[in-house]
């Protein structure tokens, strides 16, 4: 009662001029960001805040209104002992800087707060990108989240992350799973976790490169940032996986920490966090950036500085740590066998990165450890180096090509959404790995206007090599529309997909798959005709070149035989421009056609 | 004293994270050298919409996700050597006498970073006697650490 009354005062007594002075501070670039007001970023919910809780706002219509907010928010916070600064001390701060409120302990009565800013300080913020991994390909586009660096350099096992993910219930079978998070019906959270929790799921257990961007935020940005995530505690925001996702929510956090960046200001379709990385550094937010390999990368490292004798040992040490006493084993001088023991301990820990915890494996990796203690240590080589992602081409792609079919020519014009395919310049990707969302070609030749040549809507591609130490699968999976040979060229919507194995010789990568397709078309009798067969192709790095040999084969249960084999090149003219060059032969039984293309690729965004 | 009170509260800790398996369903990463046992990962999916199963975990109020068995002590370091996955990546840097992991124990337990490079090589002499058998709990990991540093003349003023 009397804070109410308190405020008419004071709002009596200040009359127009804060009238005024709310309209102004309504519109401050930093009171839209810490209602999350979206200033143009996404289509939906345009000028309205992205939160999706009654809870965050203390105006009836706060969701839509920031001026109404402000108001509000001024009566709940002016008052000293307001039980609403506890919940909101960065709009706290935000009034009390404008309006020069000097109250000198203003979240005295914040017990709970208080508690969790002391343990919550950073001096440092770093945006954390865990590179896309093989073998999952929800991953291929990467995560991003956020550490804050309580100051010392070598303990960021200290740290805690901020990571914005949808909250689902564990009940929820898997398909439904990813509809629900692709179309929205999962609230989204901010959660405050140790950081060494991420570095076990990610450089550990899914085994992937970590990329760290010490962001450009001064102690009083850090702070702002750090209040403000207490303001989302609990708070539910939508959460689509296109563009409102983890790394749209960490662009709106750093929008608090340092308003009128600019971040949110360009429209999206989708927000990838490789586009995240990019639009912080090309408004000169990242100060640094590190890289951390994942375990795999450590183990290749470890085992690319052994012979292949070593290398053999090493793996046999790892199922029986007794060979360690054997001259075998000691015969090797006492630098190459601390190497050894290294390799073979943290292959044990690879392997077994999954499994439940059994006697023998534990044996296996104390005895391990014991022989590293006893044997001196390894010396550091420099860490392997690879390309950042953000140096990676645009995700999005138009291309243009000209080529002839059976006599013949013909024009194409051809847009991916997203985002690579193996012949694309490898630079910053994850090698063997290909994910296309997207993609429409349509093709015109001399006799015909254009029409629809193909449809990807996915198409991903993991192919890793196996070697002494790692024995993954390679498998592809794809789907669309796309002409083919059926009694003559038709659009067929087919499925298919397979797996196999890969192996590495230098830089060439064979590959070997077993596949099935099933398909649709107007000639086949049945509605869905399946088949089954194979691809065996090779990959040949070399740099700006890219070459690919392949050849893929399809038997139907209609009886119908067909194989497609191609020879393609691609040269990579920079960043964002590609040239490929593609022969292509199709057969069917008793004929076939020949058709060769050159196409320029460009890539954007 | 205080730092003995630390290092009482850091066995506490283990202690209440062995009643409870560390990690609980769909956080566990992984078979450990040591401690506990692990769950299916069952977070592949989740990858896809970067999903947190129930409640979500924030800082102080953690301890509700199986995640984080001792919510509000942590992260001061105390039960650093609790949580899923740290003991393992201790006992390999305490073998090698270098790494990310140690170096956080040493800043958690108030090692000044001057005395860093000698508690590592201290840790690493005294690799088997910490780390004495594969069954060891991260409480007796702490003891023995603790035990090590008190017979070390520059380490035990830390303790």
Same mark, same amino acid.
């Given at each position: 009662?009397?804070?109410?009354?308190?405020?008419?005062?004071?709002?009596?007594?200040?009359?127009?001029?804060?009238?005024?002075?709310?309209?102004?501070?309504?519109?401050?670039?930093?009171?839209?960001?810490?209602?999350?007001?979206?200033?143009?970023?996404?289509?939906?919910?345009?000028?309205?805040?992205?939160?999706?809780?009654?809870?965050?706002?203390?105006?009836?219509?706060?969701?839509?209104?920031?001026?109404?907010?402000?108001?509000?928010?001024?009566?709940?916070?002016?008052?000293?002992?307001?039980?609403?600064?506890?919940?909101?001390?960065? !709009?706290?701060?935000?009034?009390?800087?404008?309006?020069?409120?000097?109250?000198?302990?203003?979240?005295?009565?914040?017990?709970?707060?208080?508690?969790?800013?002391?343990?919550?300080?950073?001096?440092?913020?770093?945006?954390?990108?865990?590179?896309?991994?093989?073998?999952?390909?929800?991953?291929?586009?990467?995560?991003?989240?956020?550490?804050?660096?309580?100051?010392?350099?070598?303990?960021?096992?200290?740290?805690?992350?901020?990571?914005?993910?949808?909250?689902?219930?564990?009940?929820?079978?898997?398909?439904?799973?990813?509809?629900?998070?692709?179309?929205?019906?999962?609230?989204?959270?901010?959660?405050?976790?140790?950081?060494?929790?991420?570095?076990?799921?990610?450089?550990?257990?899914?085994?992937?490169?970590?990329?760290?961007?010490?962001?450009?935020?001064?102690?009083?940005?850090?702070?702002?940032?750090?209040?403000?995530?207490?303001?989302?505690?609990?708070?539910?925001?939508?959460?689509?996986?296109?563009?409102?996702?983890?790394?749209?929510?960490?662009?709106?956090?750093?929008?608090?920490?340092?308003?009128?960046?600019?971040?949110?200001?360009?429209?999206?379709?989708?927000?990838?966090?490789?586009?995240?990385? !990019?639009?912080?550094?090309?408004?000169?937010?990242?100060?640094?950036?590190?890289?951390?390999?994942?375990?795999?990368?450590?183990?290749?490292?470890?085992?690319?500085?052994?012979?292949?004798?070593?290398?053999?040992?090493?793996?046999?040490?790892?199922? $029986?740590?007794?060979?360690?006493?054997?001259?075998?084993?000691?015969?090797?001088?006492?630098?190459?066998?601390?190497?050894?023991?290294?390799?073979?301990?943290?292959?044990?820990?690879?392997?077994?990165?999954?499994?439940?915890?059994?006697?023998?494996?534990?044996?296996?990796?104390?005895?391990?450890?014991?022989?590293?203690?006893?044997?001196?240590?390894?010396?550091?080589?420099?860490?392997?180096?690879?390309?950042?992602?953000?140096?990676?081409?645009?995700?999005?792609?138009?291309?243009?090509?000209?080529?002839?079919?059976?006599?013949?020519?013909?024009?194409?014009?051809?847009?991916?959404?997203?985002?690579?395919?193996?012949?694309?310049?490898?630079?910053?990707?994850?090698?063997?790995?290909?994910?296309?969302?997207?993609?429409?070609?349509?093709?015109?030749?001399?006799?015909?206007?254009?029409?629809?040549?193909?449809?990807?809507?996915?198409?991903?591609?993991?192919?890793?090599?196996?070697?002494?130490?790692?024995?993954?699968?390679?498998?592809?999976?794809?789907?669309?529309?796309?002409?083919?040979?059926?009694?003559?060229?038709?659009?067929?919507?087919?499925?298919?997909?397979?797996?196999?194995?890969?192996?590495?010789?230098?830089?060439?990568?064979?590959?070997?798959?077993?596949?099935?397709?099933?398909?649709?078309?107007?000639?086949?009798?049945?509605?869905?005709?399946?088949?089954?067969?194979?691809?065996?192709?090779?990959?040949?790095?070399?740099?700006?070149?890219?070459?690919?040999?392949?050849?893929?084969?399809?038997?139907?249960?209609?009886?119908?035989?067909?194989?497609?084999?191609?020879?393609?090149?691609?040269?990579?003219?920079?960043?964002?421009?590609?040239?490929?060059?593609?022969?292509?032969?199709?057969?069917?039984?008793?004929?076939?056609?020949?058709?060769?293309?050159?196409?320029?690729?460009?890539?954007?965004? | 004293?205080?730092?003995?009170?630390?290092?009482?509260?850091?066995?506490?800790?283990?202690?209440?994270?062995?009643?409870?398996?560390?990690?609980?369903?769909?956080?566990?990463?992984?078979?450990?050298?040591?401690?506990?046992?692990?769950?299916?990962?069952?977070?592949?999916?989740?990858?896809?919409?970067?999903?947190?199963?129930?409640?979500?975990?924030?800082?102080?109020?953690?301890?509700?996700?199986?995640?984080?068995? $001792?919510?509000?002590?942590?992260?001061?370091?105390?039960?650093?050597?609790?949580? $899923?996955?740290?003991?393992?990546?201790?006992?390999?840097?305490?073998?090698?006498?270098?790494?990310?992991?140690?170096?956080?124990?040493?800043?958690?337990?108030?090692?000044?970073?001057?005395?860093?490079?000698?508690?590592?090589?201290?840790?690493?002499?005294?690799?088997?006697?910490?780390?004495?058998?594969?069954?060891?709990?991260?409480?007796?990991?702490?003891?023995?650490?603790?035990?090590?540093?008190?017979?070390?003349?520059?380490?035990?003023?830390?303790?």
């Amino acid at each position: 009662m009397r804070c109410g009354f308190l405020c008419v005062l004071l709002f009596v007594f200040a009359g127009p001029s804060v009238a005024a002075d709310f309209e102004h501070l309504a519109r401050q670039p930093r009171w839209q960001a810490l209602l999350h007001i979206n200033p143009g970023a996404t289509l939906r919910d345009r000028h309205r805040s992205y939160v999706d809780d009654d809870a965050f706002f203390l105006a009836a219509d706060g969701a839509g209104d920031p001026l109404a907010e402000l108001r509000a928010t001024y009566d709940a916070l002016r008052p000293a002992e307001s039980p609403e600064r506890c919940r909101f001390p960065a !709009r706290y701060r935000f009034l009390a800087e404008h309006l020069n409120w000097s109250d000198p302990v203003p979240f005295e009565h914040c017990a709970e707060y208080q508690e969790w800013r002391g343990a919550v300080h950073a001096k440092r913020a770093v945006l954390v990108f865990p590179a896309a991994y093989l073998n999952s390909p929800s991953s291929m586009f990467g995560h991003t989240l956020m550490r804050l660096d309580q100051g010392d350099d070598g303990a960021v096992w200290l740290s805690w992350a901020i990571n914005f993910g949808a909250v689902t219930t564990e009940d929820d079978n898997s398909l439904f799973y990813i509809y629900r998070g692709l179309a929205g019906g999962y609230p989204g959270r901010f959660n405050l976790v140790p950081y060494v929790q991420k570095i076990q799921q990610y450089s550990n257990m899914e085994s992937r490169d970590i990329w760290e961007y010490t962001l450009e935020l001064d102690q009083s940005q850090i702070d702002w940032l750090i209040d403000h995530l207490w303001e989302l505690k609990d708070i539910n925001f939508d959460y689509y996986f296109f563009d409102e996702n983890c790394s749209f929510r960490l662009l709106e956090l750093v929008e608090v920490a340092r308003p009128g960046s600019g971040l949110l200001d360009e429209l999206r379709f989708a927000e990838l966090p490789v586009n995240t990385v !990019r639009a912080l550094d090309q408004r000169g937010l990242v100060r640094e950036r590190d890289y951390r390999p994942s375990k795999e990368v450590e183990l290749q490292a470890l085992s690319d500085r052994l012979s292949e004798d070593e290398r053999a040992l090493a793996r046999r040490l790892a199922d $029986n740590p007794q060979l360690a006493d054997q001259p075998l084993f000691t015969d090797y001088p006492r630098s190459r066998q601390a190497l050894m023991a290294r390799t073979a301990y943290r292959y044990v820990r690879f392997v077994n990165r999954k499994a439940a915890r059994s006697d023998d494996v534990a044996g296996r990796s104390f005895a391990l450890l014991t022989l590293m203690n006893r044997l001196p240590e390894v010396t550091a080589t420099a860490a392997p180096t690879k390309a950042p992602p953000e140096v990676g081409h645009g995700s999005q792609m138009l291309a243009a090509s000209a080529g002839q079919r059976g006599g013949d020519d013909f024009g194409e014009f051809t847009y991916r959404l997203t985002y690579h395919d193996l012949l694309d310049n490898r630079r910053g990707f994850l090698d063997g790995a290909q994910i296309q969302g997207l993609g429409v070609t349509l093709r015109s030749t001399e006799s015909q206007a254009a029409e629809l040549e193909r449809l990807d809507l996915v198409s991903i591609r993991s192919l890793t090599p196996r070697d002494r130490f790692s024995k993954p699968l390679s498998w592809y999976v794809e789907g669309g529309l796309e002409r083919t040979w059926a009694g003559r060229r038709r659009l067929a919507r087919y499925v298919q997909g397979g797996a196999g194995g890969s192996w590495r010789f230098g830089a060439l990568q064979p590959y070997l798959l077993a596949s099935v397709r099933a398909e649709n078309n107007s000639d086949f009798a049945p509605l869905v005709t399946t088949g089954g067969g194979g691809e065996a192709g090779i990959l040949y790095d070399a740099g700006r070149w890219q070459w690919q040999l392949a050849s893929a084969g399809h038997y139907f249960t209609n009886d119908v035989y067909r194989h497609r084999s191609r020879l393609a090149v691609q040269y990579a003219l920079g960043q964002q421009h590609g040239v490929r060059a593609l022969i292509e032969r199709e057969g069917w039984r008793g004929d076939g056609d020949t058709e060769f293309k050159v196409q320029w690729r460009w890539y954007y965004d | 004293m205080k730092k003995y009170f630390l290092a009482a509260a850091l066995l506490g800790a283990s202690f209440s994270a062995h009643a409870v398996a560390p990690g609980g369903p769909g956080c566990g990463w992984g078979n450990l050298v040591f401690e506990g046992k692990s769950g299916m990962p069952v977070h592949l999916l989740a990858t896809i919409v970067n999903g947190t199963s129930g409640n979500a975990t924030f800082g102080m109020t953690s301890g509700t996700n199986g995640c984080d068995t $001792n919510g509000s002590l942590t992260y001061s370091g105390e039960s650093l050597l609790s949580m $899923n996955g740290v003991l393992e990546e201790v006992a390999q840097d305490m073998a090698t006498g270098d790494g990310e992991a140690l170096t956080a124990l040493s800043v958690s337990i108030g090692v000044p970073s001057q005395e860093r490079a000698h508690f590592n090589t201290v840790m690493r002499e005294n690799f088997s006697t910490i780390f004495s058998h594969q069954d060891v709990s991260a409480g007796e990991v702490m003891q023995n650490i603790t035990a090590v540093m008190q017979r070390d003349q520059k380490l035990a003023q830390y303790i």
